[in-house]
């Protein structure tokens, strides 16, 4: 994406702003947010303006994550309970036909428990895991969209497109950035 910004850069300063145009009608499999940001930019509209309306939709974003991710931590919370409930009710099955054979009670009270077990296993290995996903896959998207708004400022501003390319590896990891170095020679990234 650096590589792409750096581009970017290059082909405004050479033709300017408006040179952009075509670029973003052409794209199709361009990310809406960066289309977005550049239709913008030819439109000459504020930079404050600019920055503002994408931090705004950044933010309705992250609100969008936050919900989906804490519906499953609820439910990683929730489901040790509702595993509790199916063992006291079944429990409460087994004590009210207690005039049956003894030697029947242990089988029926172990699959009483097996609720407790589902619950609590549900919430550890489905339920927390995926909320804990879903908020790391939205920290890696919040961290990729504040790296495409400085990039769209910085090309609004006429920055030059190596300083553009610096200020963005700022984004980046350690690990992503050895990586980075080594393809950039290429164009790969």
């Known amino acids: 994406m650096i590589i792409f910004f750096k ?3 290059i082909k405004t300063r050479k033709n300017g702003l408006l040179s952009l145009e ?3 009608e052409k794209s199709v499999d361009l990310d809406p947010f960066i289309t977005k940001g550049l239709r913008m930019v030819v439109d000459g509209v504020e930079p404050e303006v600019l920055k503002n309306a994408l931090e705004l939709q950044l933010e309705n974003m992250v609100e969008r994550h936050k919900a989906s991710a804490s519906m499953f931590e609820a439910a990683g919370g929730y489901a040790p309970t509702m595993g509790i409930i199916g063992t006291v009710l079944g429990l409460v099955h087994i004590l009210g036909s207690l005039d049956g054979d003894p030697g029947q009670l242990a089988p029926k009270i172990a699959t009483a428990f097996i609720a407790t077990l589902y619950g609590v296993a549900s919430a550890n290995v489905l ?4 909320g804990n996903k879903l908020k790391e896959l939205n920290k ?3 961290n990729e969209k504040l790296l495409i708004i400085e990039a ?3 090309i609004q501003h006429g920055t030059n497109p190596n300083i ?6 700022g984004f980046l990891s350690n690990k992503e950035i050895l990586e980075y170095n080594s393809t950039s020679n290429n164009g790969v990234i």
Not at 127 to 130: E, N, R
């Open 140 to 142: 890696k998207e919040i």
């Open 127 to 130: 339920w927390l895991p995926i």
């Open 7 to 9: 581009n970017i850069a």
């Open 152 to 154: 769209i400022s910085l």
């Open 22 to 24: 075509e670029d973003i």
């Open 164 to 169: 553009i390319e610096e200020q963005l590896k």
